[in-house]
């Protein structure tokens, strides 16, 4: 009996066909790929375009005219505005003015944010409670900061006596009485400071806490166990860190300055001693109805924020490229 060869059952059969996923269909691109994000922001551009941008420059054109009284007066006058400008004698009381508000203002935010930024940086008790405490002055509005101001620097004597003087009286440190911005001298501007650096020295304090607390903690134990005192960490370590800070806050402090106007209106409108650009701006625009002077103001107050915003731009695009 001969033996029979087994043949697989499916041995005719034609070899399974692969298995070839079907091809994907690619969307077509309508636009590019920003177009979608510049079409979510547009409606900002524009409004920031006409109402910032474009009223700035409505604003310079006016400068260059003669527009004197409500109505609208284009014709070109050049620079006689600003030449006018330069020779008025309360132009440049004013800007005597802020130059000295912006210094007593920037150094007194400056320093009393930094020393309350170390306090905290020492890791004192409650420090939550006191951070909301120093930033509290910065929630209220200049407005009211003006008016409870103007009660503490208020200049009356005897019963009348109010405010911080009232307060020397009671400590025995009459000497330390002042008529604040009531004052005859030069430095009666320096008294409105006072508010406007208490105001936002809590900014300034979160400023120079963000910057120290930064600091690695490794670095300023490794100073330690070298050897140095708190004094030295914080001078060799800490301090360098710190540069960026004070530069950034400075920069912003002076410009708050330049264009602060609500705290001194509200403080004591009609003072001449604590009159600024910003006042006068107002008053020779809206009380005299000299559009083209209170235009040409209002532009060198923009130069003037120009050339401190500008070297600021100018700094944070320097550090991110590097």
Excluded at 84 to 90: A, F, H, I
């Amino acid at each position: 009996m001969s033996a029979s060869v087994h043949v697989p059952r499916h041995s005719n059969a034609p070899p399974p066909v692969p298995f070839t996923p079907p091809p994907v269909r690619r969307r077509k691109h309508r636009g590019p790929a920003w177009l979608a994000g510049l079409l979510l922001v547009s409606p900002s551009l524009i409004l920031i375009g006409v109402f910032v941008y474009g009223f700035l420059g409505w604003n310079v054109r006016v400068s260059f005219t003669n527009w004197r009284g409500l109505s609208p007066s284009y014709q070109f006058v050049g620079l006689d505005n600003y030449e006018r400008l330069l020779r008025d004698e309360r132009w440049h009381a004013d800007v005597r003015n802020l130059v000295v508000f912006t210094a007593v203002f920037v150094a007194g935010a400056l320093i009393l944010g930094f020393l309350m930024a170390m306090l905290l940086d020492k890791g004192v008790r409650g420090e939550g409670f006191l951070r909301g405490v120093f930033l509290f002055p910065m929630a209220i509005s200049f407005i009211a900061t003006a008016i409870v101001w103007r009660w503490l620097l208020d200049n009356g004597s005897g019963a009348d006596t109010a405010g911080l003087n009232k307060l020397f009286a009671v400590l025995g440190l009459d000497f330390l009485r002042s008529d604040w911005h009531k004052s005859d001298s030069v430095w009666a501007i320096a008294a409105v400071a006072l508010p406007a650096g208490w105001a936002l020295s809590g900014y300034v304090m979160a400023l120079f806490l963000a910057g120290m607390r930064g600091v690695p903690e490794a670095l300023r134990e490794s100073a330690r166990l070298d050897g140095a005192s708190e004094t030295q960490v914080f001078w060799h370590v800490v301090r360098p860190a710190l540069r960026p800070v004070t530069f950034s806050a400075m920069l912003i402090m002076i410009h708050i300055s330049l264009k602060t106007f609500d705290l001194l209106y509200a403080l004591d409108q009609g003072n001449l001693r604590i009159d600024t650009p910003s006042l006068y701006m107002w008053f020779t625009t809206f009380d005299g109805g000299f559009y083209d002077r209170g235009a040409t103001i209002a532009t060198v107050l923009l130069l003037g924020v120009a050339l401190v915003v500008g070297p600021y731009v100018w700094y944070a695009l320097r550090t991110e490229r590097r």
